[in-house]
């Protein structure tokens, strides 16, 4: 272990293609990698790119890399991919997507199968996004599923998170619903050369004039990432909001508040875990048959399967 992590933080991107693939498969190899290099991570800004399927993610990433490439900056791209609800298998097609960029040497690519997990992230993806920020790199951009309205979970991990939309769904304001607007820093209106762009970039608006007066209003970009047109501008707007965030004292509160959400999920699957190995199977299935017949409420069910392991108060 050792060996592999000055391996790692000497720049060797085997060993972090390695380490990341222990972390991501949850061992208790994977935990003490995280904890090697834990202390060597925080140094860099984490963008969040979400919204419907279809959007353009995908692109969008993959021409936002290459401008930030332009400037000199190094980039990892961490893209979560639907996978199947049977096998956990995933095509991972966004890798096929950003094929141009992902043979720069200052760029590297992990794609991720979502396994289930809810809000468009991978179960692994904090502790992926620690290890790649132990690295070195400049910026990581973090692509979510792309399930729709419930992709609220890349609030808690990215620092700036980018909301794609585009026109011509049919389902352009719905899309917007449900907290999913609330999390973006920064709206883009992709495939901008479509018809009825400028009619949702007025949606937006109208969206944003009902918030606050005190509250931040995100800005609105239209790009067309195909072309890389807009690229610059959502650059420097990463850039903007980043300095926002460090001027208002508000980036060492996200820190704080993504650490309190690690601890408690964490704590939370830690129990979970200790639950199962302590638990017989017959248990279990006792417990389940006596909800299933409505003898017994799951409240009451979880409470008695839990003390097997945690003590009663």
Do not use: W
Request: net charge negative; glycine share 10%; aromatic share 2%.
């Amino acid at each position: 272990m050792d060996e592999l992590v000055q391996r790692f933080l000497a720049g060797d991107r085997r060993a972090l293609a390695r380490i990341i693939t222990r972390v991501e498969n949850g061992t208790l190899e994977g935990r003490d990698y995280v904890r090697a290099l834990f202390p060597h991570s925080g140094r860099a800004h984490i963008v969040g790119i979400t919204g419907g399927a279809g959007s353009g993610k995908s692109t969008l990433t993959g021409a936002l890399t290459a401008e930030l490439r332009r400037r000199g900056r190094t980039v990892a791209i961490i893209a979560v991919d639907p996978s199947s609800p049977f096998t956990h298998g995933a095509l991972l097609g966004d890798r096929i997507r950003m094929q141009d960029v992902t043979m720069d040497p200052g760029v590297y690519m992990r794609s991720m199968a979502g396994r289930g997990a809810l809000g468009g992230l991978a179960p692994a993806i904090a502790d992926v996004v620690a290890v790649v920020d132990a690295f070195g790199f400049d910026y990581i951009i973090v692509e979510t599923i792309g399930a729709g309205q419930d992709e609220v979970e890349i609030a808690g991990t990215a620092m700036t998170t980018v909301l794609v939309n585009n026109p011509g769904t049919g389902d352009d304001i719905q899309a917007l619903k449900a907290g999913i607007i609330e999390i973006a820093d920064i709206l883009v209106v992709n495939k901008a050369d479509h018809p009825g762009a400028d009619i949702l970039v007025s949606q937006l608006q109208a969206l944003l004039a009902l918030s606050p007066a005190d509250q931040r209003r995100p800005p609105i970009l239209k790009t067309i990432a195909t072309r890389g047109e807009g690229m610059a501008q959502l650059a420097d707007a990463i850039d903007e909001h980043r300095a926002y965030l460090e001027q208002t004292g508000q980036l060492a509160a996200h820190r704080s508040e993504d650490a309190r959400h690690q601890l408690l999920a964490i704590t939370q699957q830690l129990i979970l875990d200790e639950i199962r190995r302590a638990a017989p199977e017959a248990v279990i299935e006792t417990l389940t048959g006596r909800i299933a017949s409505r003898e017994l409420d799951p409240h009451t069910a979880a409470e008695e399967l839990a003390a097997l392991v945690l003590p009663r108060g």
